[in-house]
């Protein structure tokens, strides 16, 4: 089980630039969630999605746009990169029972220039 | 909306106990976290605590929560080197997505 997996692990765009963060997970959860962690702040939710073929904003949606492309995989995506979304993401999934543990990948580090 | 507050750094020596402190302000939680994030990673889940209980131990691990004051801590006994790690405070409301709202991070500082 490799659990939650996101790729890139770095990236370095210019503004304006577009990309997609891809996250998948291997542990059949309904459950898969896109956060950003900034200095200071904690991590904020960007979307969720609560099972396959739904999606829905978080706290700071704005700026970005996510697929949920089969169980597994939830990418998210910044269409016109800007530098207030320097930041990293981590993918999370949540496994229904007791406690609703989230397991996170290992996040994407983003710098917009 | 919901708030979770905690002090950004903690210092300890090596074999003292480290404490680490949380408010939150909804009160219709359902489950209180504590992950740690070390250098590099992702958050993991260290252990967590239903809201109508009042103290879990794991271990090394002491969770008190104090419903009324909307007060967690997290204890960790005899610290080591390897507890050097960011730790969040997390709380999960009862409404309809099931909303996690995490605090800042303490960043947990072990001195050998």
């Known amino acids: 089980n490799a659990g939650v997996t996101q790729t890139p692990k770095f990236q370095v765009l210019k503004t304006g630039q577009s990309m997609t963060l891809q996250c998948a997970q291997d542990?059949?959860?309904?459950?898969m969630y896109w956060y950003r962690q900034d200095p200071g702040m904690g991590l904020r939710l960007i979307y969720y999605?609560?099972?396959?073929?739904?999606?829905d904003k978080g706290e700071v949606p704005n700026g970005y746009n996510v697929s949920r492309l089969n169980k597994r995989e939830f990418s998210l995506r910044l269409e016109s990169a800007a530098p207030s979304q320097t930041s990293v993401y981590f993918c999370a999934s949540r496994a229904r029972g007791l406690g609703d543990e989230q397991f996170f990948g290992p996040g994407t580090r983003l710098t917009v220039l | 909306g919901e708030d979770v507050e905690q002090s950004l750094f903690l210092s300890v020596r090596e074999g003292d106990s480290s404490v680490i402190n949380c408010t939150y302000t909804d009160s219709s939680s359902t489950y209180l976290y504590w992950y740690k994030q070390e250098p590099g990673a992702g958050l993991q889940l260290l252990t967590y605590i239903f809201s109508n209980m009042d103290m879990k131990q794991d271990q090394r691990l002491t969770v008190l929560l104090n419903k009324k004051d909307k007060h967690l801590s997290l204890r960790i006994a005899d610290t080591q080197t390897g507890d050097s790690a960011i730790y969040f405070c997390?709380?999960?409301?009862?409404?309809?997505?099931?909303?996690?709202?995490f605090g800042t991070g303490t960043k947990l500082q072990v001195i050998p």
């Open positions: 999605s609560a099972s396959e073929g739904t999606t």
């Open positions: 542990m059949n959860h309904n459950s």
């Open positions: 997390a709380e999960k409301d009862s409404g309809g997505y099931q909303k996690v709202t």
